[in-house]
């Protein structure tokens, strides 16, 4: 009992500083306000039991209508007991209360972070504390589409602070551990691997200090992942919650890169003497461009300037990052692509966990060039943002909690959400070919060459973006491929003796590759893109006509002319219109950004939605009476629409898409035959 009763003391000793410091400064309950210049505005989270106090402490969005915020609930903050995992889930339109698994003979549990592999498939990582004295523990809880549940962790006596995942057979999480003797001190780093199956310890380099901590990891691949945090001679206080106004003096960052087959130790950018480092988050837009962020640390061991490390595939350098105030520190950083990225904290932080102080929201963007502070709410006299999440053409949520009680005995945690709409006109381009390889663009999208006017041995049939937008490839009957912008050739299968011509291609996320695939149901993976299965000499009731890659890469569908659906790798079934009387036949598909679902579409406009993908219109619903034949769908980069492209060039856009231009009634060389989507 006395273990347990340390703790809960400890919990006591911060809420205490905090309640003297709002007396000083006053108080104002987070509410809904007007967006500021940047966009930013508070809003409305989850309805929560208002006896309890409650904050968040990570988030994460797979599409933009499917974000997750985790923290903790208190039913006390006086010693009256632990907290529980706190869940909160966004609809697209409004933040609800999630329910979490049940952990038998629990007394304490906290989720520090999660993330989503696609709207099914999302983990959660944090604490459980057991019953009868027990010692802390790593607690991992997935979501499968309907419920959270406890996954089992190696026996390690710690916390996880952060979990990422490349496909959904490959996740990392990462922590520290702590000691045993009832104060839960941290004391070194460690790192846990999720193989599809379960998770395990995977061995890191020693930081030859006393004392290190992981606090964040990420991948860009599956050979290329970062963790930070950081070490030194003195250990981090944790009077509160462990990376919740971090105290630690004289100790640097600390950074361990992963090859693909080993963690080894990476040179960050050296620390100030004797204050040192603290590195809280670090994200990838690709393989030389990561960010990490934290703060430089005073004598005392509190937060006194924002840290941005950047990586650029070679080395690690500091970038400037503004300094509004005093005491500021950076907690989370995510990026939408190399020139858009988002950085959450608070400013104002030089009391740590010992002292009065009232710190408040702070929001930084990256814009390409150089970080500046995003204007954003602040309505609250004791705020703090502790994790930001993106989703591209749809906006941003940052997540944290304020204090809004008057004395020690009234101390009230509220969760704190602050909220960024983006344009989607800024993100939405488009491109149709025609089958003499004629490229047209639209919106953002950029032409960076055609085959028009050139000789084709056969006909363009398909089409696939770069990731960044910045090129194309065609994909012609005969498995030819043609490059242009920034799309790299990687092979192609002309000149070989097909069974069935090709229909259709897609590419892989970090843009290093592509599949083919034939009217046969014949698959081709071209530079990075993996073999995963085919239709290739199975008997087809339908030709297949299309495919879609899911976001990871790691599986595709490809869908048949009667509407059947076959899934490889992870692309899940989640439906189909084999079987099903159809007016005309499916001519193709697209994946949603999370990979939880996909809509199919007819030649005469009619839209099947499976999955997590929505249904926001179509042509016949239009009312309109035989249009030009439907010859592809391309969705919106937030899954919030999609366009629906004809052989003449008509376009018609739904949802979120914007409608950005249309070739019908102008005169054409040869009939579109393929589409895609910027990003």
């Not at 003297?20 to 400064?25: I, S």
């Not at 490390?309 to 503004?322: E, K, L, M």
């Not at 999370?594 to 809509?599: A, K, L």
Request: aromatic share 10%.
């Amino acid at each position: 009992m006395q273990d347990t009763c340390r703790r809960r003391h400890r919990v006591s000793l911060l809420i205490a500083a905090i309640a003297a410091g709002l007396l000083v400064v006053g108080l104002a309950v987070p509410t809904a306000k007007a967006a500021t210049a940047s966009g930013w505005t508070i809003v409305t989270g989850a309805p929560v039991n208002p006896q309890n106090s409650n904050l968040l402490l990570g988030s994460t969005c797979s599409n933009s209508w499917n974000c997750w915020s985790v923290g903790g609930s208190f039913s006390s903050l006086n010693g009256g007991g632990g907290p529980s995992a706190l869940f909160e889930h966004w609809s697209g339109t409004s933040w609800t209360a999630g329910s979490g698994a049940t952990i038998p003979g629990s007394s304490a549990s906290l989720l520090w972070d999660v993330t989503c592999v696609t709207g099914s498939n999302c983990w959660a990582v944090g604490v459980d504390e057991p019953g009868n004295n027990g010692d802390p523990s790593p607690l991992a809880e997935q979501w499968n589409g309907s419920t959270w549940s406890v996954v089992p962790t190696p026996d390690v006596t710690g916390y996880l602070f952060s979990v990422t995942c490349v496909t959904s057979a490959d996740c990392w999480a990462a922590g520290t551990t702590t000691t045993d003797d009832g104060n839960s001190d941290p004391l070194n780093g460690f790192i846990l691997h999720w193989d599809g199956t379960s998770w395990s310890t995977t061995p890191t380099q020693p930081s030859g200090q006393t004392y290190d901590q992981f606090n964040s990891v990420t991948c860009a691949s599956a050979s290329d992942c970062w963790a930070v945090g950081f070490a030194g001679p003195n250990a981090l206080s944790n009077n509160f919650l462990p990376n919740v106004m971090p105290n630690v003096a004289g100790d640097s960052s600390f950074v361990e890169h992963w090859d693909g087959s080993a963690w080894t130790i990476t040179a960050a950018p050296s620390a100030p003497s004797p204050s040192g480092t603290y590195l809280a988050d670090v994200t990838c837009t690709s393989s030389v461009q990561c960010w990490a962020v934290g703060a430089t640390m005073d004598t005392n061991g509190n937060p006194s300037a924002t840290l941005v490390d950047q990586w650029d595939g070679t080395s690690w350098s500091t970038i400037p990052s503004p300094n509004p105030s005093s005491a500021e520190i950076l907690t989370d950083v995510t990026c939408l692509g190399p020139s858009q990225c988002w950085a959450s904290g608070a400013q104002g932080v030089s009391s740590g966990q010992n002292q009065n102080g009232s710190p408040s929201p702070m929001i930084e963007s990256w814009n390409g060039s150089a970080w500046s502070v995003d204007p954003s709410p602040n309505v609250v006299a004791y705020g703090y943002l502790n994790s930001v999440a993106c989703t591209s053409g749809s906006g941003c949520f940052s997540t944290g909690f304020a204090i809004t009680g008057s004395n020690n005995n009234n101390t009230v945690i509220e969760p704190l959400t602050e909220q960024l709409v983006l344009p989607p006109s800024a993100t939405q381009g488009l491109w149709a070919s025609g089958s003499d390889g004629g490229v047209f663009a639209f919106g953002s999208a950029a032409f960076y060459g055609s085959m028009g006017g050139t000789h084709l041995n056969a006909p363009i049939v398909g089409m696939a973006s770069t990731p960044d937008g910045g090129g194309y490839w065609l994909v012609a009957a005969d498995g030819g491929v043609f490059t242009f912008g920034d799309a790299a050739f990687y092979g192609s299968m002309g000149g070989t003796h097909l069974n069935a011509p090709i229909v259709g291609m897609a590419s892989t996320p970090d843009g290093g590759g592509y599949w083919l695939v034939a009217a046969d149901g014949g698959v081709f993976g071209v530079g990075d893109a993996t073999f995963y299965g085919s239709m290739g000499g199975t008997r087809l009731n339908a030709p297949i006509v299309g495919m879609a890659s899911t976001p990871d890469g790691g599986g595709y569908w490809l869908v048949a002319a009667d509407g059947g659906v076959f899934g490889f790798g992870d692309a899940s079934f989640d439906g189909s219109m084999g079987g099903v009387h159809l007016t005309k036949p499916i001519v193709g598909m697209a994946s949603t950004p999370d990979g939880g679902g996909y809509w199919m579409v007819a030649a005469d406009g009619g839209v099947f939605t499976f999955g997590d993908a929505g249904y926001f219109g179509s042509v016949p619903g239009q009312g309109i009476v035989d249009p030009a034949a439907i010859t592809g769908v391309a969705a919106t980069p937030d899954g919030g629409g999609y366009w629906l492209v004809g052989w003449d060039g008509g376009v018609y856009a739904y949802g979120d898409a914007n409608f950005m231009g249309s070739l019908a009634g102008m005169p054409m060389a040869a009939p579109v035959t393929s589409v895609a989507a910027v990003g």
